[in-house]
């Protein structure tokens, strides 16, 4: 025995025999769909981090070259699944700008209450599945409780949960169903006392704060060099929201505030989303209260769908739809960036139109992408039960990473 | 020579008082200035938009392929200065055999996943890019899907083969 506990370990390979490549994924749960981060190990630090994406690339900006301006909404909805009609805000502006088009300003207000309560969905899932990650599982069921009340708003408005492809270049795809203001007013009356229930098992939760307060920190400066954007950024002090500095669809003119905290670590985060939340249910509370009334869609025949009604009785009206269905509408040649502000952060469409009925490029500047790539330098010298919690702050969707 | 609207912005008139000859091209469009760069001084100009202009943000590079013209690509940088709320576009027009520019990952971090991704999609290599290798499609595959003479389908399998 003795002999064996004294036999020397050779001291050349010492440190190299130590070290551990581990695959982390890409069927791993915390990675919230399809992602691999290969983490080179000394015991239980993270000395190397490095992501590998393109599991669900699809390919979404080569098909946008091939459909129509009208089909691309679609796929704007499949980019990120958990925020559509974001997507779809985005996509419809570019190209509405592209055309010169004036929308309406029910048109407009609608959209504001529908992608506020797409940040709302969002940040549910974001919260429960971050909580469930780090160890609390109830806070799951109360978010999904609340999020299938907004799903069953979107389905009220387009007939599906997820895949809404709600707003359209020109508009909204319909009128706003019977007893719209009954279902969202319900919902947002109850809102507030929710998040105080989420707040209850989290904020003062001493395994939370203990698992999250000054994790995955990092510098202000390094979060823009790697660009890093919304939620997070605000997290580590940057007051920056494009609703505010670059408004769009009459943002302008809803009272808001803008949270942010300046400890940029992955507690500071989620009290940043908490805090968004209540401020869009202030958004969604305004637009209910004060949404006018008018038509929502735009008065651009060329583009907009004839009602049905004038497609019986006008002959216009029955070539309009002909032409946008079978062959599209042109886009004037030119090019436009656009963004806004998604849940994750800066989404942007950057459009190109060769004046044809299909777009020539799209590049979709998705927030996952561009805060993903910080993950390496949240991790990298920390313990590995931190990604994970790193990971749930970083609220990525792998859709809109790998699009 | 910038335009009378181009003057009113301050990065495009800074740029072109600092270094004239880089600026190929200016343009004002929908209210985006949109400047055409030099591509052999692509990573001087963005370091001294970033130093001396405050565009601190890189937000996206890509590119687009306008097959069959030559130079055939355009690659495309968004900056942002928040300082200021104020976005700039910068393309440099590329093309040949062997497709290339330099690297700008020396001024944003930023620009990392974003240069793989233009070099997987769109083969256009970076010069003194850290760690340059396809990040959408397989490491072994054939191929830039973003060109425009890559097929949208049949590219690899053919049914009227069998």
């Not at chain 1, 992602?35 to 239980?44: A, I, M, N, Q, T």
């Not at chain 1, 699944?81 to 805000?89: E, G, I």
């Not at chain 1, 895949?163 to 009954?182: C, D, I, K, N």
């Amino acid at each position: 025995m003795s002999d064996l506990v004294e036999a020397p370990a050779p001291a050349s390979t010492a440190s190299e025999t130590r070290r551990m490549t581990l695959n982390m994924g890409p069927q791993h749960p915390s990675t919230h769909g399809v992602l691999r981060v290969v983490l080179e190990l000394d015991g239980e630090t993270i000395l190397k981090a490095e992501p590998d994406i393109g599991y669900l690339h699809t390919g979404i900006e080569k098909e946008c070259e091939v459909k129509t301006y009208q089909q691309v909404v679609p796929l704007t909805d499949r980019v990120d699944y958990l925020a559509n009609l974001s997507n779809n805000l985005c996509y419809c502006l570019a190209v509405e700008r592209l055309l010169g088009l004036e929308i309406p300003p029910r048109a407009q207000w609608m959209r504001v209450l529908l992608t506020e309560l797409t940040r709302l969905n969002s940040h549910l899932v974001w919260l429960g599945t971050h909580a469930i990650d780090i160890g609390a599982m109830s806070v799951f069921l109360y978010c999904f409780r609340e999020r299938e009340d907004i799903q069953r708003i979107f389905e009220m408005f387009s007939g599906q949960r997820m895949m809404t492809s709600y707003f359209r270049v020109g508009g909204l795809a319909l009128e706003a169903p019977r007893g719209w203001q009954h279902a969202v007013d319900r919902f947002i009356r109850a809102f507030p006392g929710n998040v105080d229930e989420y707040e209850d098992l989290l904020t003062h939760n001493p395994i939370w704060v203990l698992r999250t307060q000054g994790v995955a920190a990092l510098a202000l400066e390094d979060l823009l060099d790697l660009g890093v954007t919304g939620p997070l950024i605000r997290a580590a002090g940057l007051d920056w929201d494009i609703r505010k500095s670059e408004p769009y669809s009459s943002y302008e003119k809803f009272e808001f505030e803008v949270p942010t905290r300046t400890a940029g670590d992955v507690f500071a985060r989620y009290q940043v989303r908490i805090e968004e939340m209540r401020q869009s249910a202030r958004i969604v509370r305004q637009a209910l209260d004060g949404m006018p009334e008018g038509p929502f869609q735009a008065a651009a025949p060329g583009v907009v769908l004839p009602e049905r009604e004038k497609m019986k009785t006008q002959m216009e009206a029955l070539i309009y739809h002909f032409k946008i269905v079978t062959e599209g509408f042109r886009v004037p040649a030119g090019e436009v960036y656009q963004a806004v502000e998604s849940p994750r952060g800066e989404l942007a469409y950057y459009v190109v139109s060769d004046g044809t009925a299909k777009p020539y490029r799209i590049h979709m500047r998705t927030p996952s992408f561009g805060n993903l790539q910080a993950l390496p330098a949240l991790v990298e010298g920390r313990m590995i039960a931190d990604t994970i919690a790193a990971m749930g702050s970083l609220d990525f969707v792998l859709g809109d990473v790998d699009r | 020579m910038l335009s009378e609207e181009l003057k009113q912005v301050r990065a495009a008139s800074a740029l072109e008082a600092w270094d004239a000859s880089a600026i190929q091209e200016a343009r004002l469009e929908r209210g985006e200035p949109i400047l055409h760069i030099d591509p052999a001084r692509i990573v001087a100009v963005c370091r001294f938009l970033k130093d001396q202009q405050q565009f601190v943000r890189l937000s996206a590079v890509t590119a687009i392929d306008w097959h069959p013209a030559e130079p055939r690509f355009e690659v495309v940088y968004q900056l942002h200065s928040l300082a200021r709320q104020e976005r700039l576009r910068l393309k440099c027009r590329v093309g040949g055999e062997q497709t290339e520019i330099d690297s700008v990952t020396g001024v944003w971090r930023a620009a990392g996943w974003y240069e793989r991704e233009v070099f997987d999609l769109f083969g256009i290599g970076f010069r003194h890019h850290p760690d340059l290798k396809r990040i959408m499609m397989p490491a072994d595959w054939q191929g830039h899907p973003l060109r425009k003479d890559y097929p949208i389908h049949g590219y690899k399998y053919s049914y009227a083969e069998e």
